[in-house]
């Protein structure tokens, strides 16, 4: 157990849809990452959070968007969803500080678009 | 951009037997961390080992090992005395120094590991 939960642990919806995806990073990371992982396009990151603010943006689509809340949590909403939007969706913590840097991963929420 | 290659796609390897799996990169960076993380089928992403790029001695973590090539720019993942739980898919990851785009982690495409009895 990583100490990073995210839910749900699955989720089927239609195409046009909308859906909020949570994770809770381990106690004391301040920084929450958010990644992809499908069978064409592997493992990408899509974005960063540090302490409330975004920090870096990578191949995330427009009709994605994340935020970090005071208490760190994060949430990723996916809007309009399509059908090449079915994945598994990672979130991972990290300390960022000193040297530690490696990066923790929730289960992940496995999303079926239909 | 960096980029993180691995080139082995399926390996296989007995039970109790010792395997390397391959991982390079390319960067223009002189500083920077790999890693190597495990992802078995139930699709947890479990970080094996990883590898500061100023400190020139291969990090070790139990059966699991590294050999860190700075100048060839190759990372590659040595499991001795395999076991049937060491079954997975492995990634060789690349993290940047600074924060920013550097944080995030570059993945490479994998490779499924089998063992065998």
């Known amino acids: 157990d990583s100490g990073v939960t995210q839910t749900p642990k699955h989720l089927i919806t239609a195409t046009g849809q909308r859906v909020t995806l949570r994770c809770s990073p381990r106690s004391g990371d301040l920084s929450v990452y958010w990644y992809q992982q499908s069978l064409d396009q592997g493992l990408q990151f899509l974005i960063q959070?540090?302490?409330?603010?975004?920090?870096a943006k990578g191949n995330i689509l427009e009709r994605f968007s994340a935020q970090q809340f005071p208490d760190l949590h994060s949430e990723l909403n996916l809007s309009s969803l399509e059908l090449g939007d079915s994945a598994l969706y990672f979130c991972?913590?990290?300390?960022?500080?000193?040297?530690?840097?490696?990066?923790?991963f929730g289960p992940g929420t496995r999303l079926t678009v239909t | 951009a960096q980029t993180v290659t691995q080139s082995q796609p399926e390996m296989s390897v007995q039970e109790a037997e010792t395997v390397t799996l391959s991982c390079t990169y390319d960067t223009s960076e002189s500083d920077y961390y790999l890693f190597w993380y495990k992802q078995p089928p139930s699709r947890q992403m479990i970080l094996v080992i990883r590898q500061e790029a100023y400190k020139q001695q291969n990090a070790t973590e139990n059966r699991f090992s590294v050999n860190f090539q700075k100048a060839a720019k190759s990372f590659s993942l040595k499991i001795s005395d395999s076991q049937l739980g060491d079954a997975a898919m492995y990634f060789c990851?690349?993290?940047?120094?600074?924060?920013?785009?550097?944080?995030?982690?570059?993945f490479g495409t994998g490779t499924r590991l089998q063992v065998t009895l």
């Open positions: 959070y540090y302490n409330g603010e975004e920090r």
């Open positions: 990851a690349y993290r940047g120094l600074y924060t920013g785009t550097a944080s995030k982690l570059t």
């Open positions: 991972a913590s990290s300390v960022e500080a000193g040297h530690s840097y490696e990066q923790y």
